[in-house]
């Protein structure tokens, strides 16, 4: 056996990377073409659903001149054709799209069924197309990540490097839709990987740079919702208005996540004692949302024209409070039942109307509704979803409304300060507790990795049992100058619990290490945690 080459290293990649990064601009490709046909597709349904028509404009439900029963039974609709896909095509399809992607990293290998792929999108089209109140960029999220995992099924890879290629296509499809390419890098790093490494981060992040640079030749360049520049804001009020103003949505996010879990806890209890098939419960949700748009029309699919218009300043109060409360409702309860759709889109628009409110509340002008329109809105997205640097980057790309840099990273910050201390689960992830997944969403260093085993066999008697010129190394070993997880990693794959420690240089046996031994650094962690004592006092006694 030869020796292993010295891995201490500031990051762990090989050249694989480059292998990665390579099929990483197929996905970003392909999953920006899936992106742009999902939003066609998207526009098509609602042209056929709210206008009889068959057309690919980008049109709102709300400008529909048909009879109002017409326009209360097309969720309904859309909602059974949604349950039939789900019920004879694969049950993957219902939900979030987030969650999904998700559990498919944490408990499936990365693997995606080759269905959800096609009946994902077809499905968020027809439910968002018919009127669902959700955004597009779950179902969009999933199906470039689906796209992802597709090809690195072709491919001989890990498990790590197919997650890196699903998150990578799911990147790609957000950057593709937002024109956020830094904001669909980092959502990937906060909530997909669960990690922060070269060999992930560098093909994640080239799909998405592709995918955002075909979105600007497919559909135009960003900002989405473009916010000028105001002349009369204050930076000192602006920072003394944001601190309370992301507690204030923070709460709102909690009782958003109660209101839908509650509301889904309700369904399944409901619809399990009158023994009604779950592939009904869209279309009994859709029957929600046709009522709550008969009153409120402007809560019927995506719009992305609300938060236009809320960016603006100036709102009529009536969308406010319709936004504020039907929208909430309409989007918790049909969410809830278990239809196709996402999250991100409905807690940008709610986040917006409820600063917005706040700030008209107060009597201030225009630009100042916009601004704390726009701090509200990022609020929301870092306090509902947990990811405070994603929802910092998606506000301004979104705006480019730069001026608004540092009270919006006051009010992600406390919003998401209040929302980790009171929520155990994002909006996100509180499905998969539900399904019994745990997960941790704190990416820190192992504690073993900054212990080498030289420092835990310190103290230790040395057995300097040399090896003679053409004896072999022993099969499981370790040098004294890895790190204890290196260690740790060469106990679990051997299943020896003890191993001899070699000296790099004199390839002699210089002592051992044992699984118990490897807690010295855990029992440093734990402490560094754990004891609390003053320094300047220590160190005043001490002079």
Known sequence: MRSRPSALRDFTIDRRVWLLTAVALVIGTGAAALAVLLLRAIALATNIFYYHRISVAMVSPAGSTQPAWLIMLAPVAGGFIVGLMAHYGSDKIRGHGIPEAIEAILLRGSRVDPKV????????????????????????????????????????????????????????????????????????????LFEWRPRSLVPVATASVLAGALRVWWLGAGPLFPVESPSGIHLLSSLLVAGPLGILVGLVAIALSR??????????????????????????????????????????GVGYDNIAELLRGNAPVALLLGLIVAKSLMWALSLSSGTSGGVLAPLLMIGAALGEFAAQLAHLPSQTQALWALLAMGAMLAGALGVPLTAILFALELTHALHALLPLVLAC??????????????????????????????????????????????????????????????EAFVYSDETCREAAEEMAVSGVLTLPVLDRETERVCGSINAHQLLIGRRRAAARESERSSIFLLDAQQN
């Open 259 to 300: 209101l839908m879990y509650g509301l889904e806890d309700g369904f399944e209890h409901i619809c399990g004692r009158l023994r009604i098939h779950w592939m009904w419960w869209p279309a009994i949700g859709g029957v929600g949302i046709g009522i709550g748009g008969m009153f409120f029309p402007r809560g019927l």
């Open 117 to 192: 792929a096609v009946l994902k999108p077809i499905s968020a089209a027809i439910a968002i197309g018919s009127g669902g109140p959700f955004g597009a960029e779950g179902p969009i999220i999933m199906t470039g990540g689906a796209f992802g995992s597709l090809v690195a099924q072709w491919l001989k890879l890990s498990h790590a490097e197919r997650t890196s290629l699903l998150v990578a296509g799911a990147a790609a499809g957000m950057s593709a839709t937002f024109a956020a390419p830094v904001a669909s890098i980092l959502l990937a790093v906060e909530l997909l």
């Open 413 to 474: 910050t406390t919003s998401y300060l209040v929302t980790s201390l009171v929520m155990p689960r994002s909006i996100l992830t509180e499905k998969l507790s539900h399904r019994g997944v745990h997960l941790s969403r704190e990416y820190g260093v192992d504690p073993l990795e900054v212990v080498t085993v030289a420092e835990v066999m310190a103290g230790q008697s040395t057995d300097h049992t040399s090896l003679s010129a053409h004896a072999e190394l022993p």
